[in-house]
């Protein structure tokens, strides 16, 4: 007990994750037990209209409030469902969709083109709010977990991290938790002894699979929308030259604490690759090769130049970690680390920031901090998320 439902909606926006977890301890005794996980898709007519405003297309006020509301809807539908059959939840956490991210800007290697007292602090959106949440279910709901963060010159991201740490820590082995979603987004464990959870770090990697999605939909005109099992990527060859002259690019040469999300890795920057492909004479299908392995080395080099080590396992969890070839060519460039992935580690791959959410939740509820001030950059940790009771209480 308690009994908790995390909600999550990721950035490829294929659907809304739900977990319903029986969460016992706290931090350094935490358990969770998933008693159930579906994904339940968004009706397509909303897809395609989140999926606009994460292009940047311009919503006037009205249309925003719509959109929030729809969301909230059918989060609040997800919530109910994945009860039933199970005894009722004391709590949600959900995560909302992500529609806007714009991470902090960093002092030092930006201009400081300060329109306004505080355009250097972050920004992110997520809509779906929980006070409708709330209403709808009946249950008393925390949602909006990265602004605080974001208030405190921190990315907002990534916010996995401090339940990683919980879930996967082993007094013998260091690892890294790699979510492979539309972005792909790690954490370090160091051996959990001593001051280790000081010593947790993370940040996003880059692309996951947004670019691969991309790229699928555009050369099949939209029919196919991902590269199942990477079966078509594993019938090209990737163009090294390329794959190196986009890891040149800043956001993988940066160092942490960084985040990121749709707005850098989204459609201008495919059709950017698109063309640079074309430069190289490459196939529809050495393109889409050459995208996996920018995921893939993207991954690799940024464990080699920010990790204190390179990690001993790899736990994958995400699509991505569905993903054959992709996880082939990292086995492949990791050598001496062991890849694996969450479910073998005892975590469902697919609901695990689902259930990152039910957790931090929790945390809200107890008055933990949920964020790691050496992972988001944040000044100090906070609490993350406003809570919403349910009606009556
Ligand atoms: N069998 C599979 N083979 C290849 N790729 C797959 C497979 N199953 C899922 N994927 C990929 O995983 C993606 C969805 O991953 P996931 O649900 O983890 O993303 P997300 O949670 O929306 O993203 P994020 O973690 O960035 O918020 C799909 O868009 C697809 O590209
Ligand atoms: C702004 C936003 O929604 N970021 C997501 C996204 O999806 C993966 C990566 O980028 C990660 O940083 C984050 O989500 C996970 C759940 C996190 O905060 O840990």
Redesign the pocket.
Known sequence: MPLVIGL?S??SVDGIDAALVDITGTDVDLKIELLAGATYPYPETLREQILQVCAGAAVSMAELAELDDAIAIQFAQAARDIQISHPPADLIGS?GQ?VY?RPPLKLGNQPAVETLPGASLGY?L?LGRGELIAHLTGIKTVSNF?AADMAAQGQ??????KVDAYLFSSPTQHQCIQ?I?????LTYLPVRQDDWIDRVCGW?TGP?NTLLDLAVQHFTGGSQTYDQDGNWAASGTPCDALVEQWLSQDYFQIAPPK???RELFGWDYFNQCLVEGEAYNLTPTDLLATLTELTVRSIIMSYQNFLPQMPQRVLLCGGGSRNLYLKQRLTDQLGASQVLTTDEAGVSADFK?AI??AVLAHWRNLGIPGNLPKVTGANSAVLLGNVYPSLGA
């Open positions: 999550i990721g950035t995560h992500t991210h992110t997520q990265r907002g991201a990534p916010l996995v991290p979510n979603g539309g972005i792909g987004n996003d996951g985040s990121t999300g920031e990152a959410f």
